[in-house]
């Protein structure tokens, strides 16, 4: 996209190149230029400051403030690029000074902004943020969400650097707020990145390559290719971290593709040492170091001096791992020195332990110790607490190296106090465990040096030298696998209780779903009884008596007037008795099968609730065992009770059908409907199955429930159980 806008740029400036340099022609020159010169920040910063101070020549003949001020802005910007910090300042201040003569605010805010960057390189974060704060105020004043939402994440990152990640991803979402409010699809897929980065700081990997794969999809869907290659460099980063170098590898390359396609020579010294930085890891000193000159040629080429210190000490690390300890020395100290010129504390507190470690190696303990302790103190001053640690872990082989034991377990003592204030290791342990290590091995280097007497014990000291640093790192890597396991068990425990816990809960409803059949049992066998009491028992009663009045009676008329009555009594009963038979236990159900079972019952539900109610069957074949069969008739006959009393519906229907090896029984209605996530303790209450009653029951018999549920939109439930295999599939499986 940057080069479709500078050759954009450039032919709006062709057709102006024969117009006057004066009036709205020349000032239209002058914003072209300035444009130009904005595009190339990040890309190419000589080219940045060319154009600038073009547009800035013109600007000045034509008495062009806004113009001047804009140049001055793009001035300061290349020289931030090149790390010429004081200059863009300078420059960045006299913009701003214009913008204010001129009540130009949003020039105002953009000079805020980037002082704000500047000071944020100086690792000032207090003026950082005050210039940040300022501009932030002057864009939300004028309603420009665009650059609310740059200055939401610039603040963001600054809270990423001072440690406060969680306030930096407040920042962040911010952002990603202001960006979704315009739609500015390149802001999110920038702020998904950031948002990425922040959780990978804080250690999620998981989120973190969740946003970073987000940003990279919208990214590809708007083919901004820078947006691509921050999103593919940082996806590699998070992949280097978990481990998966082929993945990091990968994404890397494809940064470096995208950024030789769009000419960002500063993406390619990015590309590049990074792409080292995993042939380093891999062992293949050969390629990393191919990759980091590369890097280096071309930061050097466009003065980019970030760029060169990294690569520099990139490379010193690698001679470091060669054992080319001079050329390593020279490499760091070539980065130092430009870290220290860039104010970049941080790294220029490593690129001391570096040097230090490095004349370690040489055996110059004096230059070694002064490099370490420069080293702690830079780093003590950043707040870089693992950097601390591995100072006084060097500093303890130093004096180690020189035989000044006490000394050694001094800073020994102290990089096991920040290892375990990093790492939450019991203090007390380690330091016992290392004064008993100090002083069996000073006992032991004594005896060893007072019998070395020719070369060959010499070699025999260096050997062991070597065991012992071998061992050390055994060591170190049981202490890891260790915390790995550790960390397992308590995850697994942690899924044990939680299964546990589980099981409980489902006891527990079995035992209330035993006592509720227990209790509805009872309450059919006394529902039996009170209507073989006030119906079948009375009406046989009255027929006797009626009977015993025939005797007592002499006339005919009124004998037959009698049995009649008598007739009528005992029809009445043997209806009663039928429609109790049914109710217990339909004939039809065991005569005729589950379809007309149940096409019956939505009948007999219809005439005694005066509720529509339809069957409806694909007619295939359903082969069921007799407890499937009744337990499914029981099921319907309990939710279409179910209906009646809760449901308040006007039609209802049950469909059979076949499925496979399954059948599936739906049972619908129109009515108030419910949440079906609070059902349990509800249906354990109420009379007969309920649902959960109805679901152990399927799941005992391979089968299972479903329900889909409503407030205002009716109730469905499937009911879905396995069909009885047949002859004919038993004996083909036997085959």
């Known amino acids: 996209m940057a080069a479709g806008k500078v050759a954009k740029i450039r032919k709006q400036l062709r057709a102006l190149r024969n117009k006057p340099n004066e009036g709205p022609k020349g000032r239209r020159k002058v914003d072209l230029l300035n444009e130009l010169a904005g595009v190339h920040d990040r890309i190419d910063p000589k080219k940045t400051e060319r154009y600038a101070h073009k547009a800035l020549s013109l600007a000045m003949s034509l008495g062009y403030k806004k113009g001047i001020s804009k140049s001055y802005l793009n001035i300061g910007i290349a020289y931030r690029s090149t790390g010429n910090f004081k200059q863009a300042l300078e420059y960045h201040h006299k913009s701003m000074n214009i913008s204010k003569e001129l009540k130009d605010r949003e020039g105002v805010a953009q000079s805020c902004k980037c002082i704000g960057n500047i000071h944020a390189y100086l690792g000032d974060i207090s003026k950082t943020l005050k210039y940040y704060n300022k501009a932030l105020r002057i864009f939300e004043s004028m309603g420009n969400d665009k650059e609310i939402a740059t200055m939401q994440s610039n603040i963001g990152v600054t809270c990423d650097h001072m440690g406060k990640l969680n306030q930096a991803l407040k920042h ?7 960006a979704e409010r315009i739609r500015d699809i390149e802001g999110l897929a920038m702020y998904n990145d950031n948002i990425g980065v922040a959780y990978g700081n804080l250690g999620d990997y998981e989120k973190a390559l969740r946003y970073m794969l987000k940003a990279l999809a919208i990214a590809e869907d708007i083919e901004e290719k820078e947006c691509i290659a921050r999103s593919c460099n940082n996806i590699g980063a998070i992949y280097r971290l978990l481990g998966n170098h082929k993945e990091a590898l990968r994404y890397h390359r494809r940064t470096l593709h995208i950024c030789e396609e769009t000419a960002n020579r500063i993406g390619i010294v990015f590309s590049h040492n990074n792409i080292g930085i995993i042939y380093e890891i891999l062992g293949d000193y050969k ?23 990294n690569s520099l000490a990139q490379i010193g690390g690698i001679y470091l791992h060669q054992g080319h300890y001079q050329q390593a020395l020279e490499k760091f100290q070539k980065s130092l020195q430009i870290f220290e010129e860039i104010k970049e504390k941080s790294k220029a507190a490593r690129c001391n ?32 607490k693992d950097l601390v640690m591995h100072g006084y872990k ?9 035989k000044n034991y006490d000394q050694a377990l001094q800073y020994h003592k102290k ?29 032991d280097k004594e005896a060893e040096i007072y019998h070395l007497k020719n070369v060959k014990l010499t070699r025999e000291v260096k050997e062991r030298k070597k065991i012992e640093k071998e061992l050390e790192k055994h060591r170190d890597q049981l202490e890891i696998l260790v915390r790995k396991r550790t960390a397992e068990l308590e995850m697994e425990l942690a899924k044990r209780k939680r299964a546990e816990k589980e099981l409980l809960k489902h006891q527990k409803q079995l035992m209330a779903l035993t006592n509720a059949l227990a209790l509805v049992e009872e309450k059919q066998r006394r529902k039996t009884a009170n209507y073989l009491h006030d119906n079948i028992s009375q009406s046989l009663s009255l027929a006797i008596l009626k009977i015993h009045s025939l005797q007592q009676n002499s006339s005919v008329q009124s004998v037959k007037e009698e049995l009649a009555e008598i007739k009528d009594i005992v029809a009445q009963t043997n209806q009663r008795t039928r429609s109790l038979t049914f109710e217990i236990s339909p004939p039809v159900l065991y005569e005729l099968g589950l379809e007309p079972a149940l096409e019956w019952l939505a009948n007999e539900f219809q005439k005694q609730h ?8 694909d007619g295939s074949s359903k082969p069921l065992s007799d407890e499937t069969r009744i337990m499914l008739f029981q099921a319907v006959r309990e939710l279409l009770t179910n209906v009646s009393k809760h449901a308040k519906a006007q039609t209802t229907k049950v469909t059979v059908a076949r ?26 209450k109420n009379e007969g199955f309920g649902l959960f009653n109805i679901k152990e029951r399927l799941r005992h018999l391979g089968g299972k429930l479903e329900v889909e549920s409503d407030r205002g939109h009716g109730t469905v439930v499937v009911l879905i159980a396995p069909l009885k295999r047949t002859l004919r599939k038993t004996r083909r499986k036997k085959r």
């Open 172 to 178: 962040y979402f911010k952002a990603l707020e202001a």
């Open 287 to 309: 390629q990393a170091l191919k990759s980091q000159y590369e890097s280096l040629q071309i930061a050097e080429a466009i003065g980019f001096k970030e760029g060169i210190a």
């Open 353 to 384: 332990l570096n040097i230090g470690m490095t004349y370690l190696k040489l055996g110059n303990h004096n230059s070694a110790s002064v490099f370490l302790n420069e080293a702690i103190l830079r780093a003590q001053e950043t707040g870089n």
């Open 394 to 402: 060097h500093l303890c082989q130093l004096y180690e190296a020189q």
């Open 415 to 443: 990089y096991r106090d920040f290892e375990n204030e990093i790492y939450d290791v019991q203090k007390n342990k380690q330091i016992t465990e290392m004064k008993t290590k100090y002083e069996t091995e000073k006992k």
């Open 610 to 617: 005066g509720i529509k109610c339809s069957f409806g069957d």
């Open 659 to 684: 499925r496979g090896i399954t059948i599936r029984v739906i049972v619908e209605d129109d009515g108030t409907g419910f949440n079906p996530g609070k059902m349990h303790p509800k249906m354990m």
